[in-house]
């Protein structure tokens, strides 16, 4: 029984090798992590009293965008992609602010639980199109991104309603520590309750089958139609926290989309999932929006114009994507 144990342990890969194995695959990730801290102690060097405050700050503004990316991602993983997500977070937040207006903080409880429906509905009629037309994604849903985009203005034509209290503590303050942003917290939850178990299930195999190779996935027994709906979906339902966090961080509805779409679609690049579909994860977009975010704020501290700003994460964005493609093009060598 010794034996038998000792060469199990020998044969099976010991802690170092899976932790190697580990940092291989999210190689890309930690990276980004590395270069999220290199960029915070340029950001205390330039203005030493940046603390826990400013901190909660980056992460309560960063939310509405990570979840903007979270939804592109998944869109993107599947082989698609989606141009309305900023016209729909405008949509969920509208009609979150109109329906938490001068209610009860019981009320809102509800009008959340609806609104969250409501996302999984506008994605599921994106994805519909998309498969029953047979319209490139991208045409589809920058069709759509005006429909949406106009029953917001619809629902509120200009900023206002209202949120619950319950809602903005969520994300507002530290958690415990003075440096743990509540919002990003909550944020973290949301995205791992959700994707974590969904990544290691049929439905998101199938995401990624369907990404790679439709036509092998489809010969695999994946139904190519339904998990796109499936992935669009999803894509509705994460623009729909993400126009939560807008109503739950500014207190208002606001009916105008904003760049959260392209802004969006950066963050994925630089966070490593590919374009063409089948590879990336979540972890590396959301530590893209810290970056982005982090880097507009170290500009505007350097007193840097804003339209500059802008080509500079452009700049960076480029380099960054370079380099990896650089890598990629190097591992596929050997």
Do not use: C
């Not at 109109?98 to 959340?112: G, H, N, R, T, Y």
């Not at 639980?113 to 996302?119: A, H, K, N, R």
């Not at 919002?183 to 959700?194: D, E, K, M, P, S």
């Not at 501290?301 to 480029?318: A, E, K, M, Y």
Request: glycine share 14%.
């Amino acid at each position: 029984m010794s034996a038998a144990l000792d060469a199990r342990t020998i044969g099976g890969p010991d802690m170092a090798s899976r932790l190697r194995h580990w940092a291989w695959r999210n190689s890309w990730t930690l990276a980004l992590l590395g270069l999220f801290v290199v960029i915070l102690l340029l950001t205390y060097l330039i203005q030493p009293t940046y603390g826990a405050a400013q901190l909660q700050g980056l992460a309560v503004g960063a939310m509405p965008l990570a979840m903007a990316a979270v939804a592109q991602a998944i869109v993107v993983i599947s082989g698609g992609i989606d141009l309305s997500i900023g016209s729909m977070m405008a949509v969920t937040s509208v009609t979150a602010a109109v329906l938490m207006k001068d209610q009860s903080e019981a009320a809102a409880i509800p009008v959340v639980l609806g609104v969250l429906v409501l996302g999984l509905i506008l994605g599921s009629i994106n994805g519909t199109l998309v498969v029953v037309t047979r319209v490139p994604d991208i045409v589809v849903t920058l069709a759509m991104s005006f429909v949406w985009a106009g029953a917001a203005l619809v629902v509120l034509p200009s900023p206002g309603g209202g949120s619950a209290d319950w809602l903005t503590g969520m994300v507002k303050g530290p958690l415990g520590l003075d440096f743990l942003p509540r919002a990003l917290v909550v944020l973290l939850v949301i995205v791992g309750v959700i994707w974590i178990p969904l990544r290691r299930s049929n439905a998101g195999l199938a995401l990624y089958g369907i990404g790679s190779n439709r036509l092998a996935a489809f010969r695999g027994g994946v139904s190519v139609g339904r998990t796109k709906v499936f992935a669009y979906m999803l894509g509705g339902l994460f623009s729909a926290f993400g126009g939560l966090a807008l109503t739950a961080t500014t207190g208002i509805g606001t009916p105008v989309p904003g760049g959260y779409t392209l802004l969006g679609v950066a963050a994925i690049v630089l966070g490593g999932v590919s374009l063409a579909g089948g590879r990336g994860g979540l972890a590396g977009p959301i530590v893209a929006v810290f970056i982005l975010a982090l880097v507009r704020t170290d500009l505007t501290l350097l007193g840097v114009n804003s339209n500059l700003s802008t080509v500079v994460q452009g700049t960076i964005l480029i380099g960054v994507v370079m380099f990896g493609s650089l890598l990629t093009m190097r591992q596929e060598r050997t």
